[in-house]
């Protein structure tokens, strides 16, 4: 079935590091992907989405390009900061108006 | 714009009790959803409606849980009787007209705790 799988966390790094979470899907047909973010305490809010292969997605300096040959959706960030401290979800949406969410990567960066 | 609100933001109560959380989704979206979120378990989609109508309810756990949508502007997840295991943090996410379940606007959740 349709699926994302993204890397175990807890992630610590320093400030100003770069940052990758890894991110790959399982889909029939053509998913749109999505990162969403849950800062301490809140909900989770859309990060960036790419509905085709190939996009890019792109928000407060975050990315992650759709790569159809290799199923994945890669969170990046050239340089993180402390409040990028989060957990980070990975979402797919099917054209059949299903939504998967990953487990979720929690994130620390200390100073 | 306000964002999705949820009322009571905590929430304690003893074993047995029934518990009603509150919702109110953005004005014009027309998908509203409830997740369920632990650490053990994640974040677990309970159920969604689309227009008012509940669309998939195969994640609420068992015959405690039930929720309805009488209206566009509210929302309701009640558990009677409520257990220790019911214990997390309960959000209400909407979406809005023709994103389908795409794009979901989180509300601030709801702290049960069973005692």
């Known amino acids: 079935g349709d699926s994302v799988t993204q890397m175990e966390g807890p992630v610590t790094l320093s400030e100003e590091a770069f940052l990758t979470i890894n991110c790959t899907y399982t889909a029939t047909g053509y998913p749109s992907l999505f990162w969403y973010v849950q800062y301490p305490g809140e909900g989770l809010q859309l990060l960036l989405k790419?509905?085709?292969?190939?996009d890019k997605g792109s928000n407060k300096g975050f990315e992650a390009t759709y790569r159809k040959e290799t199923t994945s959706f890669h969170l990046e960030k050239g340089s993180v900061q402390v409040s990028d401290s989060a957990v980070y979800f990975c979402?797919?949406?099917?054209?059949?108006?299903?939504?998967?969410f990953g487990t979720g990567t929690s994130l620390t960066v200390i100073p | 714009d306000a964002g999705v609100i949820q009322s009571p933001r905590h929430e304690v109560t003893e074993m047995g009790q029934e518990v009603t959380l509150r919702c109110k989704p953005i004005s014009g979206h027309d998908y509203l959803f409830w997740y369920r979120q632990t650490m053990m378990r994640g974040l677990e989609l309970l159920i969604y409606f689309n227009n008012n109508v509940p669309i998939d309810d195969s994640g609420m756990p068992e015959d405690r849980f039930s929720a309805k949508m009488p209206n566009a502007s509210f929302s309701t997840l009640k558990i009677q009787p409520s257990e220790p295991r019911d214990s997390a943090v309960y959000f209400c996410?909407?979406?809005?007209?023709?994103?389908?379940?795409?794009?979901?606007?989180f509300g601030p959740g709801t702290r049960l705790t069973v005692t």
């Open positions: 996410a909407s979406s809005p007209l023709g994103t389908g379940v795409y794009e979901q606007y």
């Open positions: 790419a509905t085709k292969a190939d």
């Open positions: 979402a797919l949406g099917t054209a059949g108006n299903q939504f998967y």
